[in-house]
């Protein structure tokens, strides 16, 4: 693990555009253990002996599109330390200008290669879309790259400066007619739309704001992209009732007020400023 301090103009850099990459935390020893942490999991065999909160394919399957698996972190040590990383936290605080970090959930992707797969388009999204449940709208991921990732491997896009746009109406994960979404969120926006890719080695990552419109094309190489996405809030992040998002998986483990705090252990503390316990002793 490499330490990394943000500057002044990091974070700049982060609020004029709505993401920012890091350069390489984590180094190839620590990726390569993660990869075999994520194989095990996209396989189905869970180390902790618990299942994730959900999955898009059934292990044991063709992997023939964008496999999807939430809260993977329940199910296996590795992966857990990982999307609870401190270091991931205070760089998110620092980029958030918040003084805690949370995690909201992960999400475990790993995209196949074009010919083995019929979905491997990540449609273009805003992730508050999914997200309204919670209030501020000041949460932000953090994308970690188990491979080394770019275009020819469909690679994250973003769209600078769209975190400004406010919430869009058109938002769609799995969307894989890209062009027409496009059309469609240039049409609602009134503003053009240029992706930027976030080309990353293996062991960095990038951290994009909950409204910056993102997604990515599909993977055109011979071998499948890996990576692990740490969904974050600030700590002190509480549930909306009644918004489009109430399905959201996180809103079955509160009590229903509207108001209640996202805290306790289904959102683990990242980093809380001034802690003085914010070293990742974890063992690896
Ligand atoms: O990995 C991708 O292509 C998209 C990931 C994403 O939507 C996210 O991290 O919020």
Known sequence: MQAYQVTQSDVDFYQEHGYWIAPKLFSDEEVRLFREHHARVVAGDYETGQPPFDRNLPPGGPVNRLVKIDNSHWSDSAISRLVTHPLIGAIAARLAGVSGIRLWHDQLLHKPPQAESQAGAVGWHQDYHYWQCATPADMLTAWIALVDVDEHNGCMEVVPGSHKWGLLPDS?????????????????????????????????????????????????????????????????????????????MNVRFLSGQDGDEFAGPYFPLLYREGQADNTWKAVI
């Open 172 to 248: 769609d994960f799995f969307e894989q007619d890209l062009d027409t979404l496009k059309q469609r969120i240039e049409a609602v926006s009134g503003r053009p739309f240029e992706t930027v890719p976030c080309i990353l080695p293996a062991g960095a990552v990038s951290f994009h704001h909950c409204l910056t419109v993102h997604g990515s094309r599909p993977n055109q190489s011979s071998g499948a992209r890996v990576s692990m996405v740490a969904h974050l809030m600030p700590d002190g992040t509480r549930y909306r009732a009644g918004t489009p998002a109430e399905p959201h």
